[in-house]
């Protein structure tokens, strides 16, 4: 079977080729990938930004497929069953946070881009019948991560006003679709004209371009402030976020794509009553309601692409140029 | 009647003198004080810090007594009856924040440092009977920030590891004695050896001096990570206590004596999912579970001196030098 591999010493640094096949032991599942989808996370692994990388690892976190052979200690699976995989690993039984052993699918454990996957038995969901594989592929780490910054972390409400910045982004886009999903009165930042115009069209209300110096401004005449913010950037951007949330309001970050800011408004974190809250991936809890959550509102994922695990470079380059709108799915 | 006014045109900025006498308006009580403390915020109106600073204004937000009249719409007061005073006004009713109305007692309406003080009756409540008038007073400002802090915000439980950073002043010990109350494993931050042996006395386990270079990896090595955080300071100090929380805690700040900070360590807060939360006072709702937790757990307020009305000037300059272990109360 073939698999797309870290290959660091080489001029794509990944490679699509000829990996070996394991057999199964008693708790796990085979599973033959139909669809799979890229993480920025694979990006970065690819970039060597990664601690304990290691060249021939499949990478990898979003998958979907078909059962074709079950461990001997599994029960409730049958062969053939049409299955998405829960990429985090060891989550512990703390909902408030990972544990140590925590780790995600595709590095150091080899990941989805592959023809065929072992995972335990644990980590195998039914796939929700109004997805697609490509569809179901393209939502377990992206789609995870929202849910638990909107929901678990902030609780978001129908009633509240929710701001997602950096509409770009996998789980900015999930996180949005979840809260118009919930019913809020949702806005986006971006500095893309066409992403601000799919927001709208997806049911967002408006949107701001960071990048304008005023937005600030503009958004607290507009909208009044936000209840509830998720943002992947951090940076200074995020006194701006600070400025733009309402008293008691929070704010989600799951991540910090722009560093660390140059400072933090304190005085204004402690009046107004704003909570910055830190949130990654998610729990199995997290996974599961996730799932629910999805077929409840009968959320289907933004596809940018489907494209052959063969053309997996130019995939990776798309997603490192920022030139998708949709999570990039790659098929055996 | 004489009570403590600003006078910022003369050299000690406050004068104890003559105020006239008012009228009490059909939903007021008129309160014979007993006792009222002092808080940071006061001298602050003292070194003119706050916006809309009127000379003659009484100070004083803490204040208990008796009351000596009740207003014509009061309902369930009684004269004579001992009571203590919420110096929290037009909070409004959303629990997670005030409302663009919200004040505090002590400007820019009068306050609690007069012989006798009028105020809305559902701003009064029976003292509770274990105290005396001095801790009676030293308890509301104070005591009311500790508490949305500690329970409200953090939800505190009595298996948590919590740090009280900052013990010299109010709301920390407040904060400190709460903890305790609960149950939980308390370690305090400060400067002062003398302020370390007090929290320790009081039930503390320890404490880490917070301008030893090496706090922070001290702390790690014996506590382990704390769960909850109650601050006052952030500053750069803020990002000392990131690295001291577990995974899923909650840093509470309540003020900002050292400034902003100027840097955030956003991807520790995002990765170890840490939440910073802001909190200011408290709600009425705040108010009256503030004074069944004191009564549940017999807590007594640290009173570090009382001395007369007529003292004002060196009692404001003890708290400005941050001379004072426990509340300055002053009585007429």
Redesign the interface.
């Known amino acids: 079977m073939k698999g797309i591999v870290l290959d660091l010493d080489s001029k794509n640094k990944i490679s699509y080729q000829e990996v070996p096949s394991k057999s199964l032991e008693g708790d796990q599942i085979r599973i033959q990938i139909k669809a799979a989808a890229l993480n920025h996370r694979d990006e970065w692994c690819r970039q060597g930004k990664y601690p304990n990388l290691t060249n021939g690892v499949i990478l990898g976190s979003d998958g979907a497929g078909a059962i074709t052979e079950v461990g001997a200690d599994v029960k409730g699976f049958q062969i053939g069953q049409e299955v998405i995989i829960n990429p985090a690993m060891n989550w512990g039984d703390?909902q408030?946070?990972?544990s140590k052993d925590f780790l995600i699918m595709g590095t150091p454990h080899d990941g989805t881009l592959c023809e065929e996957v072992l995972v335990s038995a644990d980590r195998v969901h039914a796939k929700p019948n109004h997805l697609n594989f490509e569809e179901a592929a393209a939502l377990p780490l992206a789609g995870l991560t929202a849910y638990r910054a909107l929901i678990y972390q902030a609780k978001t409400k129908p009633s509240d006003k929710v701001l997602i910045s950096g509409f770009g982004g996998g789980v900015a886009q999930f996180a949005a679709q979840f809260a118009l999903g919930l019913g809020a009165e949702v806005y986006v930042t971006t500095s893309s004209p066409a992403k601000l115009e799919k927001a709208v069209s997806m049911g967002a209300k408006g949107g701001f371009d960071y990048r304008d110096s005023q937005w600030v401004d503009k958004s607290n005449a507009e909208v009044g402030g936000f209840d509830v913010i998720i943002d992947g950037a951090?940076?200074d951007g995020?006194n701006d976020l600070i400025k733009v949330t309402?008293?008691?309001g929070r704010i989600v970050?799951?991540?910090?794509t722009q560093?660390?800011?140059?400072?933090?408004?304190?005085?204004?974190?402690?009046?107004?009553?704003?909570?910055?809250?830190?949130?990654?991936m998610g729990s199995d809890q997290d996974f599961e309601e996730m799932l629910t959550f999805v077929q409840k509102y009968q959320i289907k994922p933004i596809v940018d692409s489907v494209s052959p695990f063969s053309e997996a470079v130019e995939a990776f380059d798309k997603m490192r140029d920022g030139k998708q709108m949709g999570k990039i799915v790659l098929v055996p």
Do not use: D, H
Request: cysteine-free; hydrophobic content about 35%.
């Open positions: 703390n408030e946070a990972q951090s940076g995020l309402k008293p008691g970050i799951y991540g910090a560093g660390n800011p140059a400072t933090l408004e304190a005085r204004r974190i402690f009046w107004n009553q704003i909570k910055i809250m830190g949130s990654t």
